[in-house]
Antibody, heavy 120, light 107 residues
Framework: EVQLVESGGGLVQPGGSLRLSCAASGFTFSSYAMSWVRQAPGKGLEWVSAIISSGVNTFYADSVKGRFTISRDNSKNTLYLQMNSLRADDTAVYYC?????????????WGQGTLVTVSS | DIQMTQSPSSLSASVGDRVTITCRASQSINSYLNWYQQKPGKAPKLLIHGASSLQSGVPSRFSGSGSGTDFTLTISSLQPEDSATYYCQQSNSTPWTFGLGTKVEIK
């Protein structure tokens, strides 16, 4: 059974940093592109970042470019999102998601999400 | 960025009704259109990819159509468990953008 379990969310002050993790199981993690997608409270979905299976190529939404860094450790079956210079509008539930059939998108499996709250 | 416009933003229908949700892209996205279902407090679930391909395990009452800029998600016979918000998403080019969602309620 495919499972994606996010962790690392919490309350952080504006300008602070946080690192999210997504532990994958039930599939060959190293064969799949992965993404982070976020959802602000009561709002819609926003794709944040993606990484190719090998980790060589990464992509970012303009809203997080230069502040967030996606990475992965295929030996640990774990995806990461390093978030720096956090702002109030980064407050959201952050989901990790797997690319369908090895492609970047669409996303066929999602984690349960981890809440990031940026507030003083 | 490609803008995705969904309509309606919400609808209310009875069990057994045929329900149609539309999604329009601001430029051609070929058939790179996906539909997701999200229930409150849960992660989104992929329903349709490539405009019309039903994701494994999704009931056949869900179907998708369209190409270019105009797309449709149809629920042929609405069931109580279909109460949810539905999002379209383009995967033609980054950033992979979503529509604002359509909330489907059961009368």
């Amino acid at each position: 059974e495919v499972q994606l379990v996010e962790s690392g969310g919490g309350l952080v002050q504006p300008g602070g940093s946080l690192r999210l993790s997504c532990a994958a199981s039930g599939f060959t993690f190293s064969s799949y592109a992965m993404s982070w997608v976020r959802q602000a409270p009561g709002k819609g979905l926003e794709w944040v970042s993606a990484i190719i299976s090998s980790g060589v190529n990464t992509f970012y939404a303009d809203s997080v470019k230069g502040r967030f860094t996606i990475s992965r450790d295929n030996s640990k079956n774990t995806l990461y999102l390093q978030m720096n210079s956090l702002r109030a509008d980064d407050t959201a539930v952050y989901y990790c998601a797997r690319g369908l059939s090895g492609s970047y998108c669409p996303f066929d499996y999602w984690g349960q999400g981890t809440l990031v709250t940026v507030s003083s | 960025d490609i803008q995705m416009t969904q309509s309606p933003s919400s609808l209310s229908a009875s069990v057994g009704d045929r329900v149609t949700i539309t999604c329009r892209a601001s430029q051609s996205i070929n058939s790179y259109l996906n539909w997701y279902q999200q229930k409150p407090g849960k992660a989104p679930k992929l329903l349709i990819h490539g405009a019309s391909s039903l994701q494994s395990g999704v009931p056949s009452r869900f179907s998708g159509s369209g190409s270019g800029t105009d797309f449709t998600l149809t629920i042929s016979s609405l069931q109580p468990e279909d109460s949810a918000t539905y999002y379209c998403q383009q995967s033609n080019s980054t950033p992979w953008t979503f529509g604002l969602g359509t909330k489907v309620e059961i009368k």
